[in-house]
């Protein structure tokens, strides 16, 4: 049964730019499905991999994008979804989006939201193995870490690429990426 709106918890899905965007959409309506109201934002580079127009009607509703960053009047919206979201889930995450929150950089939607104070943040990345393994993507896990963000981390396996490539760096399936949501927001209640 549906909860009601004030007892939903809030999930901002946050899409990079990476080949397994195209399964932020099921994750979306997953999350959906489990009750949560989900908000969702994406970074330009995550429309080279899925249209706005697929991830908006995942949403149920618009996505935040640079653009609606700079257009939106009235509010700061990085500053509003920080403070709206029980937790910011990045899926997929970006070696490059790891880089850029473990140096502390606010330069796009995305990155200013985890900046600005999100109270939860879980990872989901997804990435050719060498990446995953690279001692910077390494340093930037460990950072974000010790900060407490949460990881859900890669599989082994065939990529979103359809190669398979020994070691990890696949996105995990939708299903534990629900299970690690939900894990995180019973850590925060
Ligand atoms: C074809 C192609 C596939 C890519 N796949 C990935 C990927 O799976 N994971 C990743 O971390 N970066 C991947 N990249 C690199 C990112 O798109 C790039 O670092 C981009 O700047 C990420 O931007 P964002 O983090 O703002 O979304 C890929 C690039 C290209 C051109």
């Known amino acids: ?7 939903k918890t809030k999930v901002l899905v946050c899409v990079t730019g990476g080949v397994a965007a195209y399964k932020s959409p099921g994750i979306i309506r997953r999350l959906r499905e489990a009750s949560h109201e989900v908000r969702v934002a994406a970074t330009a580079a995550a429309f080279r991999f899925i249209p ?4 908006s009607i995942a949403a149920g509703g618009k996505v935040h994008t640079d653009d609606t960053w700079w257009k939106e009047s009235g509010r700061v919206e990085h500053v509003s979804l920080a403070r709206w979201a029980d937790l910011v889930l990045i899926a997929p995450a970006t070696a490059d989006s790891m880089a850029r929150a473990a140096i502390g950089l606010g330069d796009d939607l995305v990155s200013a939201t985890i900046l600005a104070g999100a109270k939860r943040v879980l990872w989901a990345p997804a990435m050719n193995p060498e ?10 896990v460990e950072t974000l870490k010790s900060w407490g963000h949460r990881f859900v981390d890669p599989a082994e396996g065939v990529m979103a690429s359809a190669e398979e490539l020994p070691g990890v760096g696949r996105l ?15 850590a925060s209640r």
């Open 1 to 7: 049964m549906e909860k009601p709106e004030n007892e």
């Open 52 to 55: 706005e127009e697929t991830l």
């Open 131 to 140: 990446m995953w393994a690279n001692p910077a993507t390494r340093r930037n």
């Open 172 to 186: 995990v399936e939708e299903g534990e990426i629900v299970a690690a949501v939900e894990e995180a927001l019973g």
